[in-house]
């Protein structure tokens, strides 16, 4: 049973433009939701993250949205640049484990 | 700002034989540590979790006695793949959060992962 769910494999966005990355939970218990981005052959690097008390959190270009009722999280990139270009793992902790998404892989075209 | 390293980058055993990965918190203390595994374009699937001074909690369908886990120290977990396999060829990451009892601001600082080849 899949946990934390990113249904979209990969997404193409044009430079400049906005990309948007979502997730799903189903664990109810999660507090703290994470995305992180991952290029081949390395660990995951932390992006950004956000409590179950917020609904936003932004940090530069990188913003996520946290909507509980729905269970649904996304992580928005504005303007993507062809360096985002990589696999991105959303997260989600209840204080004890952290359990990872499939990932979306991401390609920014110039 | 914190950093996990994490040793050997890759390593070629043959079957049969054991290895052993480091995973070190560099400029902080990690009372608990995780180790991942994950599959050519698969997810990071959570194996086990190390705490320091306790014996490992593994997840379900991981087996114990095939990854030793250690963390003798507040900076160093080790994983030792014993008697590998083909089947176990992977790559191995590990994991070090500073608190262990408030998640908010403590986000899981990665090692750049293990590539392990069995022969």
């Known amino acids: 049973d899949q946990q934390v769910k990113q249904n979209s494999p990969s997404l193409s966005v044009q430079e400049g433009r906005i990309s948007i990355l979502n997730c799903d939970y189903t664990?109810?218990?999660?507090?703290?939701f994470l995305w992180y981005k991952k290029y081949p052959a390395e660990g995951p690097t932390f992006l950004i993250s956000?409590?179950?008390?917020?609904d936003k959190n932004e940090d530069g270009r990188f913003t996520v949205f946290l909507n509980k009722s729905a269970k649904h999280l996304s992580l928005h990139i504005v303007p993507s640049q062809p360096g985002d270009s990589a696999v991105y793992f959303c997260a989600a902790s209840d204080d004890d484990k952290v359990i990872f998404g499939p990932g979306t892989s991401l390609s920014v075209i110039p | 700002g914190a950093v996990v390293s994490q040793h050997p980058s890759w390593v070629i055993c043959k079957s049969g034989t054991s290895v052993k990965i480091e995973c070190r918190s560099l400029d902080f203390q990690a009372t608990t540590m995780f180790w991942y595994r994950q599959f050519p374009k698969q997810s990071l699937m959570l194996m086990a979790t190390?705490?320091?001074?306790?014996?490992?909690?593994?997840e379900q369908g991981v087996e114990k006695d095939k990854f030793l886990i250690n963390h003798a120290s507040l900076t160093l977990s080790t994983l030792t793949v014993t008697s590998a396999h083909p089947e176990d060829s992977s790559f191995y990451i590990c994991?070090?959060?500073?608190?262990?009892?408030?998640?908010?601001?403590?986000?899981?600082?990665f090692g750049n992962g293990t590539r392990l080849t069995v022969t």
């Open positions: 190390s705490n320091e001074g306790s014996k490992a909690t593994y």
């Open positions: 664990n109810s218990m999660f507090d703290y």
């Open positions: 994991s070090a959060r500073l608190y262990r009892a408030s998640s908010y601001n403590s986000p899981l600082h």
């Open positions: 956000i409590s179950s008390i917020k």
